[in-house]
């Protein structure tokens, strides 16, 4: 929740991980025989106005971005168990035909244009990624010249690696400019028009803002396709930059900001940051079997020197699941995902060789039909481009829909019943809405007179999670400054190692110490002993600006136990607690009775009235009117009828 000066804009994150072909990352790479990659996952960040809680009427604003790996035919075989096992292709494939099954699928679901960033290293001393490199733009230059110029491929390649190791570029500040370019090719959704301020004083960049312009706002056309050789440590990082470039877009669209930019360092940016992190940690944990080993910091080069040994263990971790556990887990997955059916007869899954037969199945039966060398997509979908094929009108989109009769007054679309469940028991503690990370609560500094803007930008030691951290971490952070006295001085500032996620171990050209920036630290030296100021609890005139009395007087104390008597639902009082607080003048102005009707009533039991029969009856009957299930008329009713109507009309 990024809370603007008290108006609630939602930023949810979504990643819908592709069901086919999915795996463990050395015993799933590249692509099956009909264009699935591996560790394929579409992600959208939606923006929603929290303010307006209608669907028909709120505005919200969403960009999708995609990573997967490279659509070829290629293996790593871990048998040697080898950190950093040898890539091999697989299947030669001169026509790419592999490659424009995969990228046929993303036309028709995404538009044009396809825009592909790879990460995998450029220049190595033994070919390693560079395998992967040279092929795929073999395979992008050939599909490329069938298609039209305005709707062709682009392909943009660079080594993250190299960038990341020299001391003179930012890899940040690079990424910037190419997540600029794509957002501006791509653009993104929007469900409500320009605003009249932009149309009256547009910014520079938004007239340069690509997508399709409809009346009820903006679409996005095409997508990012972003890839490594695992698709986990440089992608996410690479992808939360485009993000941040699209959020900008998002909340410039909505009114929020003034300029479509925001700078690091502020809320609004440590949210998205950490909403990405998580959402890197997941994908890698199910894929490469550990958390991102290289985060956005690590890339900025200011994480803390403590970061070193946890991209260790990390790196182990993941190192060891791939070498002991990644079978068993591709069978859970195979059999989750109905790849393995059992059968009488058939082998058990764990007596299988190998499951390359159940997710190649052109190796069980040949197809009648061969995909052309150079029409390689679908029929139809360049008619329609940049528009995406599955979401044009059309007969055969028409064919694909299933059309559901829902009454209005259903739960499952009423939206306020379904967002806060009234007929459910529920803690407002509990609530999605209340335990998501707030960017006031969780981010922004809790010292009065600071700018409560969640754009503007903050030094390191002023976000709320630094001053008012929970225990561990303030634990954590005592036992940071405790040894950072003893400590060696950090190392001089090279490269992050880029073979994180890809390699467990390095290679010859990628010897050398991980180096980061260390976080400054304030030790203050008072003779023998180093004493450590930690202010963790604030005191209240910091945190409300008043000082509470620190002795209640009686009539508050009297207020209060009346309260909570009431709230234990006691409306009758004791003789001792009525002698207790009978020297209180309040006794006469409080004066609770029983005001309910039930003859016991509190917070955990209800006893209902009795009701008659005939009340009973009118209630049944007026549930199976609501039903659509009307009663057939009596004597009785016949007879009231005509009285109403002698008594109208005649």
Same mark, same amino acid.
């Given at each position: 929740?990024?809370?603007?000066?008290?108006?609630?804009?939602?930023?949810?994150?979504?990643?819908?991980?592709?069901?086919?072909?999915?795996?463990?990352?050395?015993?799933?790479?590249?692509?099956?025989?009909?264009?699935?990659?591996?560790?394929?996952?579409?992600?959208?960040?939606?923006?929603?106005?929290?303010?307006?809680?209608?669907?028909?009427?709120?505005?919200?604003?969403?960009?999708?971005?995609?990573?997967?790996?490279?659509?070829?035919?290629?293996?790593?075989?871990?048998?040697?168990?080898?950190?950093?096992?040898?890539?091999?292709?697989?299947?030669?494939?001169?026509?790419? @035909?592999?490659?424009?099954?995969?990228?046929?699928?993303?036309?028709?679901?995404?538009?044009?244009?396809?825009?592909?960033?790879?990460?995998?290293?450029?220049?190595?001393?033994?070919?390693?990624?560079?395998?992967?490199?040279?092929?795929?733009?073999?395979?992008?230059?050939?599909?490329?010249?069938?298609?039209?110029?305005?709707?062709?491929?682009?392909?943009?390649?660079?080594?993250?690696?190299?960038?990341?190791?020299?001391?003179?570029?930012?890899?940040?500040?690079?990424?910037?400019?190419?997540?600029?370019?794509?957002?501006?090719?791509?653009?993104?959704?929007?469900?409500?028009?320009?605003?009249?301020?932009?149309?009256?004083?547009?910014?520079?960049?938004?007239?340069?803002?690509?997508?399709?312009?409809?009346?009820?706002?903006?679409?996005?056309?095409?997508?990012?396709?972003?890839?490594?050789?695992?698709?986990?440590?440089?992608?996410?990082?690479?992808?939360?930059?485009?993000?941040?470039?699209?959020?900008?877009?998002?909340?410039?669209?909505?009114?929020?900001?003034?300029?479509?930019?925001?700078?690091?360092?502020?809320?609004?940016?440590?949210?998205?940051?950490?909403?990405?992190?998580?959402?890197?940690?997941?994908?890698?944990?199910?894929?490469?079997?550990?958390?991102?080993?290289?985060?956005?910091?690590?890339?900025?080069?200011?994480?803390?020197?403590?970061?070193?040994?946890?991209?260790?263990?990390?790196?182990?971790?993941?190192?060891?699941?791939?070498?002991?556990?990644?079978?068993?887990?591709?069978?859970?997955?195979?059999?989750?995902?109905?790849?393995?059916?059992?059968?009488?007869?058939?082998?058990?899954?764990?007596?299988?060789?190998?499951?390359?037969?159940? @997710?190649?199945?052109?190796?069980?039966?040949?197809?009648?039909?061969?995909?052309?060398?150079?029409?390689?997509?679908?029929?139809?979908?360049?008619?329609?481009?940049?528009?995406?094929?599955?979401?044009?009108?059309?007969?055969?989109?028409?064919?694909?829909?299933?059309?559901?009769?829902? @009454?209005?007054?259903?739960?499952?679309?009423?939206?306020?019943?379904?967002?806060?469940?009234?007929?459910?028991?529920?803690?407002?503690?509990?609530?999605?809405?209340?335990?998501?990370?707030?960017?006031?609560?969780?981010?922004?500094?809790?010292?009065?007179?600071?700018?409560?803007?969640?754009?503007?930008?903050?030094?390191?030691?002023?976000?709320?999670?630094?001053?008012?951290?929970?225990?561990?971490?303030?634990?954590?952070?005592?036992?940071?400054?405790?040894?950072?006295?003893?400590?060696?001085?950090?190392?001089?500032?090279?490269?992050?190692?880029?073979?994180?996620?890809?390699?467990?171990?390095?290679?010859?050209?990628?010897?050398?110490?991980?180096?980061?920036?260390?976080?400054?630290?304030?030790?203050?030296?008072?003779?023998?002993?180093?004493?450590?100021?930690?202010?963790?609890?604030?005191?209240?005139?910091?945190?409300?600006?008043?000082?509470?009395?620190?002795?209640?007087?009686?009539?508050?104390?009297?207020?209060?136990?009346?309260?909570?008597?009431?709230?234990?639902?006691?409306?009758?009082?004791?003789?001792?607690?009525?002698?207790?607080?009978?020297?209180?003048?309040?006794?006469?102005?409080?004066?609770?009775?029983?005001?309910?009707?039930?003859?016991?009533?509190?917070?955990?039991?209800?006893?209902?009235?009795?009701?008659?029969?005939?009340?009973?009856?009118?209630?049944?009957?007026?549930?199976?009117?609501?039903?659509?299930?009307?009663?057939?008329?009596?004597?009785?009713?016949?007879?009231?009828?005509?009285?109403?109507?002698?008594?109208?009309?005649?």
């Amino acid at each position: 929740e990024l809370l603007i000066y008290g108006r609630p804009i939602y930023v949810t994150l979504i990643a819908r991980r592709s069901s086919k072909f999915a795996g463990t990352r050395f015993l799933k790479r590249g692509s099956n025989c009909e264009g699935d990659v591996a560790n394929e996952v579409e992600t959208e960040q939606i923006l929603y106005d929290a303010s307006v809680m209608s669907f028909s009427t709120g505005s919200y604003s969403s960009y999708v971005q995609v990573r997967g790996s490279v659509p070829l035919y290629w293996s790593q075989d871990i048998s040697t168990m080898m950190p950093k096992p040898p890539i091999t292709l697989d299947q030669a494939d001169p026509y790419a @035909h592999v490659a424009a099954l995969h990228f046929d699928q993303m036309l028709q679901r995404f538009g044009s244009p396809i825009i592909i960033l790879n990460l995998v290293k450029e220049r190595e001393k033994r070919k390693h990624e560079r395998i992967l490199s040279e092929e795929l733009v073999a395979a992008v230059t050939y599909l490329n010249q069938f298609l039209p110029p305005e709707h062709a491929i682009i392909y943009i390649p660079w080594d993250m690696a190299k960038y990341t190791k020299s001391k003179l570029c930012n890899v940040l500040d690079r990424l910037n400019v190419i997540a600029e370019n794509v957002v501006k090719k791509t653009g993104f959704f929007v469900n409500r028009p320009d605003s009249y301020c932009s149309i009256l004083r547009p910014d520079e960049k938004w007239n340069e803002l690509g997508g399709c312009v409809v009346s009820t706002g903006r679409l996005q056309t095409g997508v990012l396709r972003t890839n490594c050789v695992d698709c986990l440590d440089r992608t996410n990082t690479a992808q939360f930059m485009v993000g941040k470039c699209a959020l900008a877009y998002q909340l410039y669209s909505l009114g929020l900001i003034d300029k479509p930019n925001l700078q690091f360092d502020t809320d609004a940016v440590r949210l998205f940051e950490e909403l990405y992190e998580d959402h890197g940690d997941t994908l890698s944990l199910q894929y490469g079997g550990s958390q991102l080993v290289h985060r956005v910091k690590t890339y900025r080069k200011i994480a803390p020197w403590t970061q070193h040994s946890k991209d260790i263990m990390q790196t182990l971790s993941r190192y060891y699941s791939n070498a002991f556990s990644d079978a068993d887990r591709q069978d859970s997955i195979n059999l989750f995902l109905g790849v393995f059916k059992p059968a009488e007869g058939k082998p058990h899954l764990w007596e299988l060789p190998t499951d390359f037969y159940l @997710h190649h199945k052109n190796t069980l039966s040949l197809s009648q039909t061969r995909q052309s060398y150079t029409y390689w997509w679908t029929t139809g979908v360049l008619k329609h481009l940049p528009l995406p094929f599955d979401e044009v009108t059309c007969a055969e989109n028409r064919r694909k829909l299933t059309v559901k009769k829902f @009454h209005k007054y259903e739960e499952e679309i009423d939206i306020h019943n379904e967002f806060f469940r009234p007929y459910e028991l529920s803690s407002f503690d509990e609530t999605f809405c209340l335990a998501m990370t707030n960017s006031t609560r969780d981010f922004m500094p809790k010292n009065v007179g600071i700018d409560p803007s969640p754009f503007t930008v903050r030094k390191p030691d002023e976000t709320g999670k630094s001053v008012l951290g929970n225990k561990n971490n303030r634990e954590e952070t005592v036992l940071q400054r405790k040894t950072a006295a003893s400590a060696p001085p950090p190392p001089s500032e090279e490269a992050v190692s880029s073979s994180s996620e890809d390699d467990s171990g390095t290679d010859k050209e990628d010897e050398g110490a991980v180096s980061q920036r260390s976080t400054p630290v304030k030790v203050t030296d008072t003779g023998d002993n180093t004493k450590i100021t930690e202010n963790v609890v604030q005191s209240t005139k910091d945190v409300y600006g008043v000082n509470l009395s620190d002795i209640p007087s009686e009539d508050d104390l009297a207020i209060y136990a009346r309260f909570v008597e009431l709230g234990q639902s006691q409306h009758k009082q004791d003789k001792g607690s009525q002698q207790f607080c009978s020297k209180h003048p309040l006794d006469k102005v409080i004066n609770l009775i029983p005001i309910s009707s039930f003859s016991q009533d509190n917070i955990y039991e209800v006893q209902p009235p009795r009701a008659d029969w005939k009340s009973i009856e009118i209630f049944h009957a007026h549930i199976q009117a609501g039903r659509g299930n009307m009663q057939p008329l009596g004597r009785d009713d016949f007879l009231m009828y005509r009285e109403y109507i002698r008594n109208r009309y005649m």
